[in-house]
């Protein structure tokens, strides 16, 4: 599947930027970082994925795996911002 995607510059400059750090095309980022936010089509492993680690962690709610991986990603962006 084809799309076109209009980005603003910094975007677009940040997204060239980490495809060259990784050594992949500006595509296959692209595709990555959908594939990685976009809900699986396969069986839902939501309620698992929210379970395991929740028992010896000290939190009493639910692990959300879906907003430690973007916390994740945006310390890692900041941090690589920074040098």
């Known amino acids: ?6 980005l603003p510059e910094e975007l677009a400059a940040r997204l060239a930027a980490e ?3 990784l ?3 500006v595509e296959e980022l692209t595709a990555e970082l959908l594939g990685e936010r976009l809900p699986s089509t396969g069986p839902d492993n939501s309620a698992l994925d929210a379970f395991i680690g929740s028992g010896s962690s000290g939190h009493r709610e639910p692990f959300d795996i879906h907003r430690a991986r973007a ?3 945006e310390h890692l ?3 690589e911002r920074m040098t």
């Open 1 to 6: 599947m084809s799309i076109a995607v209009h």
């Open 19 to 21: 495809s060259a750090r």
């Open 23 to 25: 050594g992949i095309s």
């Open 71 to 73: 916390e994740l990603a």
């Open 77 to 79: 962006n900041r941090r």
